[in-house]
């Protein structure tokens, strides 16, 4: 049996370390702000179910406002898209990315 295939990175020179340890940790917050997105899509679906139940309730809350559920969903559905472009461009680039100096 061969051993699996890996497809191989074409940067266009040679890697350094720093470059590598700098665009893991970039990778690493997409990752974080993805689960965080997911957090809030679930506070969302919550917020829709608490806002039905004061309404059963009679509390109007017109003392200060919060975003609606539909507003939290809207919110978070076009940062998902967003991070998207972001992923797909940082996959897109990394080889270059990876081959040249990151400010800090």
Do not use: C, Y
Not at 46 to 51: G, I
Not at 77 to 104: C, G, P, Q
């Amino acid at each position: 049996m061969t051993a699996p295939t890996r497809t191989r990175l074409r940067t266009r020179g040679p890697l350094n370390r720093r470059s590598v340890a700098k665009f893991a940790e970039f990778w690493a917050s997409l990752q974080q702000v993805g689960d965080a997105l997911a957090e809030i899509e679930k506070l969302g679906a919550k917020a829709q179910d608490a806002q039905r139940a004061r309404a059963s309730n009679g509390v109007n809350g017109r003392s200060w406002a919060v975003a609606t559920p539909e507003e939290i969903k809207s919110a978070a559905k076009k940062t998902h898209r967003t991070l998207r472009v972001i992923a797909a461009s940082a996959k897109r680039w990394e080889a270059d990315l990876l081959s040249r100096e990151w400010r800090s």
